[in-house]
């Protein structure tokens, strides 16, 4: 099955600066990478997503990257605020079932 | 529009007696509903898949004896969690995915539910 990666577990970035997550997967047959913020106690939110047909997607100030030869994807948030700060997860999808593999997440941490 | 809604947000039942959780999808079709568990600082661990009218399709190590999971329409899914212990209290999620236009791969998660069993 698929096996997804993600780097850093915790990020902590003051006010303004960017903000850099990385997720490695491992089936080559995927083709669908979304990346979600979730806030404590609440449903994860799409915020970003990929195709693997495409290398880059951009909606204000979140972008996210994909080298399929080398299995990894990137969210970058530049010009971070204070209410960026969240768990962020990165997942993979597949197949005919199109069933999402979520990565470990990452503890992002603004400071104001 | 996308609208995902579960409820009870919380819920604290006893050990040993069921609890239900609901899932609908207040503004679409879903044609698919998954549910998550997710235990604190973890990730989000696919249960099941169900599909409208369908048995569900359990991940491997979920006991399908233990969590029920109904989808007898196009806008609910339950799951009920049968003889519950304290080591089943985590938070549940649900996501719904409609593919009665096309397939698609965007799934539209809800605010969880929050199960505590004493």
């Known amino acids: 099955g698929e096996n997804v990666e993600q780097h850093p577990s915790t990020l902590s970035v003051q006010e303004g600066d960017s903000a850099v997550i990385k997720c490695t997967y491992s089936d080559s047959a995927s083709n669908y990478f979304p990346w979600y913020k979730q806030e404590l106690g609440k449903g994860p939110q799409l915020i970003i997503d990929?195709?693997?047909?495409?290398g880059e997607k951009k909606d204000q100030r979140i972008a996210v990257t994909l080298n399929k030869t080398a299995k990894h994807f990137s969210l970058h948030i530049t010009e971070t605020q204070p209410e960026d700060s969240a768990v962020y997860f990165c997942a993979a999808a597949r197949g005919s079932a199109r069933q999402l593999t979520f990565g470990s997440g990452t503890q992002l941490t603004v400071l104001p | 529009g996308a609208v995902v809604s579960q409820h009870p947000s919380w819920v604290i039942c006893k050990s040993g007696t069921s609890v239900k959780i609901e899932c609908r999808s207040l503004?679409?079709?879903?044609?698919?509903m998954f549910w998550y568990r997710q235990f604190p600082k973890q990730s989000l661990m696919l249960m099941a898949t169900s599909n409208e009218g369908s048995k569900a399709t359990y991940e491997q190590g979920v006991e399908k004896d233990k969590f029920l999971i109904n989808h007898a329409s196009l806008t609910l899914s339950t799951l009920t969690v049968t003889s519950a212990h304290p080591e089943d209290s985590s938070f549940y999620i649900c996501?719904?995915?409609?593919?009665?236009?096309?397939?698609?791969?965007?799934?539209?998660f809800g605010p969880g539910t929050r199960l505590t069993v004493t």
């Open positions: 503004d679409f079709q879903a044609t698919t």
């Open positions: 990929i195709r693997s047909n495409v």
């Open positions: 996501s719904a995915r409609s593919e009665l236009q096309a397939p698609t791969y965007e799934q539209y």
